[in-house]
């Protein structure tokens, strides 16, 4: 049974950082692309950010463009989440997820994490 389980999610004040983290147990971690989604209250679930197996392709929301960076450790089966410049309306749970094909709907994504928060304080 594959496992996701985020860490690193906390409250910081409007401009903060924080630097999500999630290790996958059991599975292929270097056959797995990486996604980060987040599920803010009374909304669907969205897309931040995906990373390919090797980690050498990245994408990103367009409101994360710029101001986050995803990356990975296939020794330490883990994929991490930096984002800078917080604004209150980035508070929501944090989701990492698993895929095959490197893609960015939620539908697509094989195995999910149980969710991390992060509240944006202004």
């Known amino acids: 049974q594959v496992r996701l389980v985020e860490t690193g999610g906390g409250q910081v004040q409007t401009g903060g950082s924080l630097r999500l983290s999630c290790k996958v147990y059991?599975?292929?971690?270097?056959?797995?692309?990486m996604g980060w989604f987040r599920e803010a209250p009374r909304k669907d679930r969205e897309f931040v950010a995906v990373?390919?197996?090797?980690?050498?392709?990245?994408f990103y929301s367009e409101s994360f463009e710029g101001r986050s960076t995803i990356s990975r450790d296939n020794e330490q089966k883990t994929v991490y989440l930096e984002m800078t410049n917080l604004k209150p309306e980035d508070t929501a749970i944090y989701y990492c997820?698993?895929?095959?094909?490197?893609?960015?709907?939620?539908?697509?994504?094989?195995?999910w994490g149980q969710g991390t928060q992060v509240t944006v304080s202004s």
């Open positions: 059991n599975g292929f971690f270097h056959s797995y692309n």
């Open positions: 990373i390919d197996r090797e980690g050498s392709r990245t």
């Open positions: 997820a698993a895929a095959f094909q490197l893609v960015r709907g939620t539908h697509e994504y094989d195995w």
